[in-house]
């Protein structure tokens, strides 16, 4: 191989670990994103039909301002707006927030993405509603955080305003207990191997994951990404008591993506609707 030809290919190998990076950072739980993208677009339908639904039953409020956050690259977002729906996203991540305007930009849509902590943020406006999808609360792992989470959204929501979020589910995630996981798959003509190795603290009702990622090409270790994410899993009576101390109530208590259905012990991921009281 000549040294043009050495150049073109790492330069190749770059530009493609590049995009791969840029799937690793655009949602942690990269099995997800590779798998199952097009799983989104239902949950984003299922989380507006859910919505309106209660907006409908329950809240004298019209949904039809929304702040999404911890909206990551703005998936939903993008796919809210497109329905015509006054879309805000939040998230403490820029280069989350990057992406995001990239989209948006592509896209020409209104959306503005803002920069902030969901624990503390005040952008000075009110939304008919709030989301945080993808376990985003679960994130939020102390008490007081949580707590704090839910004043913030509070502050941007008016009486009858709704906050919607799933998280890791107690019940589950005691009763089948998160084990370690070894995936490999190809991207690009890179291989990824991906080590998930979860550490429970059952007391503080936090799983530490530790997520250890190899992108491999011919044999050689491109990049390693290691991250450790702690995530809280909740018991709807934790919720119940939270959402009462700090001005809300529940309204809807389901397994994730099982309409209508009660919580059961091996659901992992549980959603809820407060309503601003
Ligand atoms: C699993 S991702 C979910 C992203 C997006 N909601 C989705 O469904 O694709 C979690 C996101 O929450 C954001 N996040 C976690 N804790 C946060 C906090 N305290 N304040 C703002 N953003 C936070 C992260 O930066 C990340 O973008």
């Known amino acids: ?29 990269l099995s997800k994103k590779i798998a199952r993208e097009p799983e989104t677009t239902e949950i984003v339908t299922q989380f507006v039909g859910r919505l309106e639904s ?9 949904g ?3 702040l999404d956050i ?15 729906i006054d879309v805000a996203g939040l998230d403490m991540s820029p280069t989350m927030l990057k992406y995001a305007n990239e989209k948006v930009s592509e896209l020409e849509l209104p959306i503005s993405f803002i920069e902030g902590d969901v624990r503390s943020f005040n952008i000075g406006r009110k939304f008919d509603a709030v989301t945080a999808m993808f376990a985003v609360m679960s994130y939020q792992t102390q008490t007081e955080e949580i707590l704090s989470a839910l004043r913030s959204v509070r502050r941007h929501l008016e ?6 979020f799933d998280v890791w589910s107690g ?15 190809m991207r690009d003509g890179i291989e990824i191997l991906r080590t998930v190795r979860p550490v429970h603290d059952v007391s503080s009702h936090v799983v530490k994951v530790h997520y250890d990622i190899l992108c491999i090409k011919d044999q050689k270790i491109l990049k390693r990404v290691k991250e450790v994410h702690g995530m809280r899993y909740l018991f709807p009576q934790e919720v119940a008591d939270f959402s009462s101390r700090t001005g809300f109530q529940i309204v809807v208590s ?20 407060l309503m601003a009281v």
């Open 159 to 164: 009486p009858g305003g709704l906050f919607l």
């Open 254 to 273: 389901e397994p994730f993506m099982k309409h209508g259905e009660s919580l059961r012990i091996d659901d992992w991921n549980v959603m809820f609707v």
């Open 64 to 66: 039809k301002r929304i």
């Open 70 to 84: 911890g909206c990551g690259t703005g998936g939903h977002a993008l796919i809210w707006a497109k329905d015509g």
């Open 54 to 62: 209660a907006f409908g039953k329950l809240s004298a409020v019209r």
């Open 171 to 185: 019940p589950g995630v005691i009763s089948d207990p998160p084990t370690e996981r070894v995936r490999s798959f």
């Open 1 to 29: 191989m000549t040294a043009r030809q050495e150049d073109a290919s790492s330069q190749e190998d770059s530009a493609l670990l590049e995009r791969v990076m840029q799937a690793l950072d655009r949602k942690h739980d």
